[in-house]
């Protein structure tokens, strides 16, 4: 019922406004009408754009480094668009359901606001996708990967939310495939943390595990800021799995990781994490125990990354000091450029110089927006799932974190 009910308004949409967004906002303003609302810009004001990652606490690299992404490409576009400045305006979301809330209420209510970039995690999209859509305002995933945010059936809510990361149908796919297939593991158990992420990722692993002809003895959960895991070490050590499967945080991760060495029968059991971990400060959290460590990643070397990525490198280093300090950069800056693109292909600019940008309109060209991107190909489907996935299994190999590269420590080792 629910994806007939979104198959229909999608086309509703399309043809006649925001018909599924409760009542019509549909106006006329210079030289634009559009059914859900216009956007005007004074001649000289900024363009708002608005960002929201997780920029504080053990998971900070993941979210600066995409907001780093989306700062070298507002760099790359000299800070204008369309003749005016762009406003950056960056929340933290902490990586919380109540985070991603506040961060969203804070940029809906922002005057002229025309479009929002991020998060990093599913756990804050989930709340803040339909609070921006509700104000109409379009919102563009960077590392947010759960598969219901991009399902068909996904919530009314939901229907201006696109990302340029993949989903985690795919991520959990390729990581049973590699444990199964590569590793020869026939038993696991999974951890998830109660996020959207985890669960839903630890789901689809399960499945797509078992369906190989593995078995999955259980989905364990443990909570963010747990630190005795002996409890759930000690359960899981009673039923002897090949491998522990943990697509969680870097806290979370790391307690794991360290205390899993003194739980008997679990010293020579695999532990395999997710891509929330790939961070200089999982290192310092999990100190010599991240030896060897593996974690499921899409493939981001230089051979499987886009054309445009050995420019984007090279300003990231040069403008903020350092090599990137996570993974989704790339995917971050993709999402700023193709929010420039949608803008400037349904802007209109008066005599006067006032800018005019329809909220509908501006929601359909980034659906419709397609162009190779700094991560690979960027092109849409109709539920806003807009890249592509390249597998990839990642080992961290030294324990200072000041060896922290990416395809250096860790290094990928598979494909």
């Known amino acids: 019922m629910k994806s007939k009910l979104f198959a229909a308004c999608f086309g509703l949409a399309l043809l006649a406004g925001a018909a599924c967004l409760g009542p019509a906002k549909a106006a006329t303003v210079g030289p634009v009408t559009d059914p859900l609302g216009v956007v005007r810009i004074p001649k000289g004001a900024p363009i708002e754009i608005g960002g929201y990652w997780v920029l504080s606490g053990p998971d900070t690299a993941l979210g600066l480094d995409e907001q780093r992404g989306v700062e070298v490409a507002i760099h790359d576009m000299g800070g204008k668009l369309l003749g005016h400045p762009i406003q950056f305006h960056p929340e933290d979301d902490q990586c919380t359901a109540e985070g991603g809330q506040t961060a969203a209420t804070k940029l809906a209510s922002i005057p002229n606001m025309v479009i929002v970039i991020g998060p990093a995690c599913s756990s804050a999209a989930t709340p803040a996708a339909p609070i921006l859509w509700q104000a109409g305002i379009t919102d563009i995933g960077t590392a947010s990967t759960a598969p219901s945010l991009t399902a068909p059936n996904r919530p009314k809510g939901f229907y201006g939310f696109a990302r340029t990361i993949f989903s985690d149908n795919d991520q959990g796919a390729s990581d049973a495939n590699y444990l199964y297939k590569v590793m020869k593991f026939r038993t696991a158990v999974a951890i998830q943390d109660g996020s959207p992420y985890a669960d839903q990722l630890a789901h689809v692993f399960a499945a797509a595990f078992t369906k190989l002809g593995g078995k999955v003895f259980s989905i364990e959960g443990v909570t963010p800021t747990e630190v005795d895991m002996h409890p759930v070490l000690t359960r899981i050590a009673s039923e002897k799995p090949d491998v522990v499967y943990m697509p969680i945080f870097v806290a979370a991760a790391a307690q794991i990781l360290r205390q899993s060495k003194q739980v008997p029968g679990l010293q ?5 994490g997710g891509g929330a971990l790939m961070a200089p400060d999982m290192i310092e959290a999990a100190g010599p125990s991240i030896v060897g460590f593996h974690i499921g990643y899409p493939d981001i070397s230089p051979k499987a990354l886009g054309k445009t990525y050995p420019h984007l490198l090279a300003e ?16 971050a800056y993709d999402a700023a450029v193709l929010a420039f693109k949608a803008i400037k292909e349904v802007a209109k600019t008066d005599a006067a110089g006032n800018l005019y940008i329809g909220k509908m309109a501006l929601r359909n060209a980034v659906f419709a927006t397609k162009f190779e991107g700094a991560s690979g190909p960027i092109a849409c489907n109709p539920y806003g799932e807009c890249a592509k996935f390249k597998p990839a299994v990642y080992e961290f190999t030294n324990a200072n974190p000041k060896t922290f590269k990416i395809g250096v420590n860790p290094k990928r080792i598979w494909p």
């Not at 280093?317 to 300090?325: T, V």
């Open 316 to 331: 990231y280093k040069k403008m903020f000091g350092e090599a990137p300090i996570s993974g989704y950069h790339a995917n």
């Open 268 to 272: 020579h059991t695999m532990i395999y």
